[in-house]
């Protein structure tokens, strides 16, 4: 009976016991080449809690990228254990053998260290010399042999893969995705299909425009590696969601006799067939489709104990400054309000705080302002809201403060930060119209004001007509043809939206969604990967396009999309949607020789 009890207790005491730390060093265990990059990651296992990690630096490297955190976690005996992954991406600068030095942190109030971890750096030559070797014992893969197989001899030599870093996460914590071809083969491949990211907010990292290309040995053979997307996804509800495959087809080409030549791949987006392809008489060319597998997210729900009434879904780490413009005002002139969100999370989906602004203030909607580093995971940065105000009454009025509340991760708490509150003093009238005062001007006489200057280039252009018209009279009749741009119905692009309008569920807002992103991506000349708010923000602003025009397109489309792929209901007024839409349309085709 004591021994059986002995037993049971031994299998039974794991459980008892809390999960068990681990920090570690990890570097690749191949020889690096002077020139190239790669990364060093301190992992951390099974803490609930870290504070003040540090490394002691890399002296003989040089630091192109870091410190980058990812978060997530891995299953045991025990259930899931948290995981972080402090990433620094280095670039080796001189031959040799080193040594990472060990990274600290205060995990769970205990100090920690991290192994150390060797590395060793070769020189180009060496390297040179290393592959001209592997070259002699393997068979050339540019040279397709009597009776070989070329389509499995594509499948072995060129592949598509994507990467995240995890599976399971929480409703807006962040999820890496990463798209990359492989290739050793001479080649052109063609994106004929992006994968849809229905149920997530997307961040763009890296695109085909960035070229990233690195190498990587699999089963001892030398592939190119070319980092075709990269982008951020942000949940933006609980439950599995499904990332599609990617397709790619390809055309690649087979030398006729046995040769050595250099891998070259080219990767293009949807322009399979439309660019002409020369092609040497010396090869012979097959072509293939491959894609990558589909992937499974499990989003978990936030948790429901102690959520603030406040809380309108930030997830990650914040930190909230505000400040005024002008602190002493005349009545009726403008001032700014600026609300500072900086910190690291899902700032993409960060909407503007309440502000509870008193009486005899009048205020307008804010503008974004967003500075974010593009390489960072998660995504940090900050994100300005500017508020626009006028006092219309003399006074001092008291600003209360502005709250956010969010998830922090690191804890598994629910967290308010708040911002002081100020004062506003209001005193006298705006000088008179004989003072010379620099305001900003409003939309109404900016509107004014090119009204007049396109009449005055209208009647310039007119007389210019007409004198052209007599001279050319004197020497005989002539037909002048005045080309029109035709501008398109906004309501006629929005009919689709406007039949569903009064059907229950999300359907109104999902062809609201696909009929103006299809509108701007035309507008814009937005294709593939480059469909998607920050490239579209970037690109207005480009083109000189009224903020107040763009902030309405954003936020149209941020309701579209919390109203389809979360479960939040929405009392939006689906009327005044649609008409901000019709507006956003109508203002773009009036303009339009100014932003295009």
Same mark, same amino acid.
């Given at each position: 009976?004591?021994?059986?009890?002995?037993?049971?207790?031994?299998?039974?005491?794991?459980?008892?016991?809390?999960a068990?730390?681990?920090?570690?060093?990890i570097?690749?265990?191949?020889?690096?080449?002077?020139?190239?990059?790669?990364?060093?990651?301190?992992?951390?296992?099974?803490?609930?809690k870290? @504070?003040?990690? #540090?490394?002691t &630096? $890399?002296?003989? %490297?040089? !630091?192109?990228?870091?410190? =980058? *955190?990812?978060?997530?976690?891995?299953?045991?005996?025990?259930?899931?254990?948290?995981?972080?992954?402090?990433?620094?991406?280095?670039?080796a600068?001189?031959?040799?053998?080193?040594?990472?030095?060990g990274?600290?942190?205060?995990?769970?109030?205990?100090?920690?260290?991290?192994?150390?971890?060797?590395?060793?750096?070769i020189?180009?030559?060496?390297?040179?010399?290393?592959?001209?070797?592997?070259k002699?014992?393997?068979?050339n893969?540019?040279?397709?042999q009597?009776?070989?197989?070329?389509?499995?001899?594509?499948k072995?030599?060129?592949?598509?893969?994507v990467?995240?870093?995890?599976?399971t996460?929480?409703?807006?914590?962040?999820i890496?995705?990463?798209?990359?071809?492989?290739?050793?083969?001479?080649?052109?491949? @063609?994106?004929? #299909?992006?994968? &849809? $990211?229905?149920? %997530?907010? !997307?961040?763009?990292?890296? =695109? *085909?425009?960035?070229?990233?290309?690195?190498?990587?040995?699999?089963?001892g053979?030398?592939?190119?590696?070319?980092?075709?997307?990269?982008?951020?996804?942000?949940?933006?509800?609980?439950?599995?969601?499904?990332?599609?495959?990617?397709?790619?087809?390809?055309?690649?080409?087979?030398?006729?006799?046995?040769?050595?030549?250099?891998?070259?791949?080219?990767?293009i987006?949807?322009?399979?067939?439309?660019?002409?392809?020369?092609?040497?008489s010396?090869?012979?060319y097959?072509?293939?489709?491959?894609?990558t597998?589909?992937?499974?997210?499990?989003?978990?729900?936030?948790?429901g104990?102690?959520k603030p009434?406040?809380?309108?879904?930030?997830?990650?780490?914040?930190?909230?400054?505000?400040?005024?413009?002008?602190?002493?005002l005349?009545?009726?002139?403008?001032? $700014?309000l600026?609300?500072? !969100?900086?910190?690291?999370?899902?700032?993409?989906?960060?909407?503007a705080?309440?502000?509870?602004?008193?009486?005899?203030?009048?205020?307008?909607?804010?503008?974004?302002?967003?500075?974010?580093?593009?390489?960072?995971?998660?995504?940090?940065?900050?994100?300005?809201?500017?508020?626009?105000?006028v006092a219309?009454q003399?006074?001092?009025?008291?600003?209360?403060?502005?709250?956010?509340?969010?998830?922090?991760?690191?804890?598994?708490?629910?967290?308010?930060?708040?911002?002081?509150?100020?004062?506003?003093?209001?005193?006298?009238?705006?000088?008179?119209?004989?003072?010379k005062?620099?305001?900003?001007?409003?939309?109404?006489?900016?509107?004014?004001?090119?009204?007049?200057?396109a009449?005055?280039?209208?009647?310039?252009l007119?007389?210019?007509?007409?004198?052209?018209?007599?001279?050319?009279?004197?020497?005989?009749?002539?037909? !002048?043809?005045?080309?029109?741009?035709?501008?398109?119905?906004?309501?006629?692009?929005?009919?689709?939206?406007?039949?569903?309008i009064?059907?229950?569920?999300?359907?109104?807002?999902?062809?609201?969604?696909?009929?103006?992103?299809?509108?701007?991506?035309?507008?814009?000349?937005?294709?593939?990967?480059?469909?998607?708010?920050?490239k579209?923000?970037?690109?207005?602003?480009?083109?000189?396009?009224?903020?107040?025009?763009?902030?309405?397109?954003?936020?149209?489309?941020?309701?579209?999309?919390?109203?389809?792929?979360?479960?939040?209901?929405l009392?939006?007024?689906?009327?005044?949607?649609?008409?901000?839409?019709?507006?956003?349309?109508?203002?773009?085709?009036?303009?339009?020789?100014?932003?295009?």
């Amino acid at each position: 009976m004591k021994k059986r009890f002995a037993i049971a207790l031994f299998f039974c005491l794991p459980l008892c016991l809390p999960a068990q730390v681990v920090f570690k060093t990890i570097v690749p265990p191949e020889k690096i080449t002077v020139g190239s990059s790669f990364r060093v990651q301190f992992v951390i296992e099974g803490a609930q809690k870290v @504070d003040g990690f #540090k490394t002691t &630096g $890399f002296p003989d %490297f040089r !630091v192109v990228a870091g410190p =980058s *955190l990812y978060m997530g976690s891995a299953a045991t005996l025990l259930g899931e254990k948290p995981v972080r992954n402090i990433v620094y991406t280095l670039e080796a600068i001189r031959p040799g053998h080193f040594l990472i030095q060990g990274a600290s942190a205060l995990i769970d109030q205990k100090p920690w260290t991290s192994n150390n971890a060797p590395i060793t750096i070769i020189s180009k030559q060496e390297a040179e010399a290393k592959e001209k070797a592997a070259k002699k014992y393997s068979a050339n893969d540019y040279y397709l042999q009597p009776g070989e197989d070329p389509y499995q001899k594509i499948k072995n030599n060129l592949f598509v893969r994507v990467e995240v870093d995890k599976k399971t996460c929480i409703m807006g914590e962040p999820i890496l995705v990463t798209y990359k071809l492989y290739s050793c083969l001479q080649s052109r491949s @063609d994106i004929i #299909k992006n994968p &849809g $990211f229905y149920g %997530f907010s !997307v961040f763009d990292m890296i =695109s *085909l425009a960035d070229k990233v290309q690195t190498t990587q040995k699999i089963h001892g053979k030398l592939f190119d590696v070319h980092t075709i997307r990269q982008l951020q996804l942000f949940p933006l509800r609980a439950g599995q969601f499904t990332i599609d495959a990617m397709k790619i087809k390809n055309s690649v080409a087979f030398s006729r006799s046995l040769v050595h030549k250099k891998t070259e791949q080219e990767i293009i987006e949807g322009m399979y067939g439309q660019q002409p392809i020369s092609r040497p008489s010396d090869a012979v060319y097959y072509e293939n489709e491959i894609e990558t597998s589909p992937v499974t997210i499990n989003v978990k729900p936030l948790p429901g104990t102690n959520k603030p009434v406040s809380f309108s879904g930030a997830v990650g780490k914040f930190f909230l400054a505000s400040s005024l413009e002008k602190k002493t005002l005349a009545k009726g002139e403008q001032s $700014f309000l600026k609300i500072m !969100v900086s910190g690291a999370g899902n700032f993409i989906q960060l909407t503007a705080p309440t502000v509870q602004w008193p009486e005899g203030i009048e205020a307008f909607a804010p503008t974004i302002e967003d500075h974010f580093e593009k390489t960072a995971m998660p995504l940090s940065g900050s994100r300005t809201f500017v508020f626009p105000f006028v006092a219309t009454q003399e006074g001092a009025f008291q600003l209360p403060a502005v709250s956010l509340s969010y998830f922090d991760i690191d804890s598994n708490l629910y967290q308010t930060i708040s911002t002081p509150s100020m004062t506003v003093a209001v005193k006298g009238k705006l000088p008179s119209a004989k003072t010379k005062l620099i305001r900003q001007p409003s939309i109404e006489a900016l509107n004014k004001r090119s009204g007049q200057l396109a009449a005055i280039i209208v009647s310039v252009l007119a007389g210019m007509v007409l004198l052209y018209w007599i001279f050319r009279k004197r020497e005989g009749p002539t037909d !002048v043809t005045i080309a029109t741009v035709p501008q398109k119905d906004a309501a006629a692009l929005l009919q689709p939206a406007a039949t569903k309008i009064h059907r229950h569920g999300p359907s109104f807002f999902m062809s609201l969604y696909q009929v103006l992103w299809q509108y701007l991506a035309e507008k814009f000349q937005l294709e593939g990967t480059a469909i998607n708010k920050n490239k579209l923000l970037e690109t207005a602003r480009q083109k000189k396009m009224p903020e107040d025009i763009l902030q309405k397109m954003i936020q149209v489309l941020t309701i579209c999309e919390t109203a389809q792929f979360t479960e939040v209901p929405l009392a939006e007024n689906r009327e005044a949607l649609l008409q901000t839409a019709n507006d956003i349309i109508t203002a773009l085709e009036k303009h339009y020789s100014e932003y295009l």
